[in-house]
């Protein structure tokens, strides 16, 4: 069965970066790209960018392209998203998802169990 | 201020039908996803491409699109069908704006 894990939540000065884990299972993670998606507390939902799971190609939100970087390493089927200049509304929980690009209409069947970052001073 | 609108609140009868709608100019050229998203836990994909449903989703959730609005159907709403409900789709340049979210009552 497809699993999707994540790092535990983080608390983070602003200005500092965050780096969060998201390691999958019970798939060839190679065939499928991971998208990140963040929730601010009592707010909806907003997509943070996508990466291949190959590593190679990314796409990320226009209003965080500056500061988010993705990566995937295959050896252990993890991606990982990289928050650098952290501000106050940076704070939300974060989601990783299975992208299921063209094959399915660019959905997310798989989510993880989302990892809260908290920016406070 | 999203591309997509949703209405912020519906609610529906135990055993009733209720469509939640999903409206935006994009809707013409891309495909309607939904989501539902229980408090506490992440969300969970009922219905992709406009009306295609996952498996082991329950059958009473459709979906349509016509023009600028797309529509997520229960026919026959459920106590644990009680959530919030987000349309998305993926544009040309490989975004995903989502829609503010829909909060699902069921009386």
């Known amino acids: 069965q497809v699993q999707l894990v994540q790092s535990g939540a983080e608390v983070k000065k602003p200005g500092a970066s965050v780096k969060v884990s998201c390691k999958a299972s019970?798939?060839?993670?190679?065939?499928?790209?991971i998208s990140w998606v963040r929730q601010a507390p009592g707010q909806g939902l907003e997509w943070v960018g996508w990466?291949?799971?190959?590593?190679?190609?990314?796409n990320y939100a226009q209003k965080l392209q500056d500061r988010v970087s993705m990566t995937t390493d295959t050896s252990t089927s993890t991606a990982y998203m990289e928050l650098r200049s952290l501000r106050f509304d940076d704070t939300a929980v974060y989601y990783c998802?299975?992208?299921?690009?063209?094959?399915?209409?660019?959905?997310?069947?798989?989510w993880g169990q989302g990892t809260l970052v908290t920016v406070s001073s | 201020s999203s591309e997509l609108t949703q209405d912020p609140a519906v609610s529906v009868a135990l055993g009733q039908t209720v469509r939640i709608t999903c409206q935006g100019d994009?809707?013409?050229?891309?495909?309607t996803t939904w989501y539902q998203q229980k408090p506490g836990q992440a969300p969970v994909l009922v219905i992709y491409?406009?009306?295609n449903r996952p498996s082991g989703i329950p059958d009473r959730f459709s979906g349509s699109s016509s023009g600028n609005t797309a529509s997520l159907t229960i026919t026959g709403a459920q106590a644990e069908d009680e959530a919030d409900y987000y349309c998305?789709?993926?544009?040309?340049?490989?975004?995903?704006?989502f829609g503010g979210g829909t909060k699902l009552t069921v009386l």
């Open positions: 998305t789709f993926r544009d040309s340049s490989g975004n995903h704006p």
């Open positions: 994009s809707l013409r050229d891309y495909y």
């Open positions: 998802a299975r992208d299921l690009g063209s094959s399915a209409y660019y959905c997310f069947d798989y």
């Open positions: 019970g798939y060839t993670f190679s065939t499928n790209g």
């Open positions: 491409g406009n009306s």
């Open positions: 990466i291949s799971g190959d590593n190679v190609n990314t």
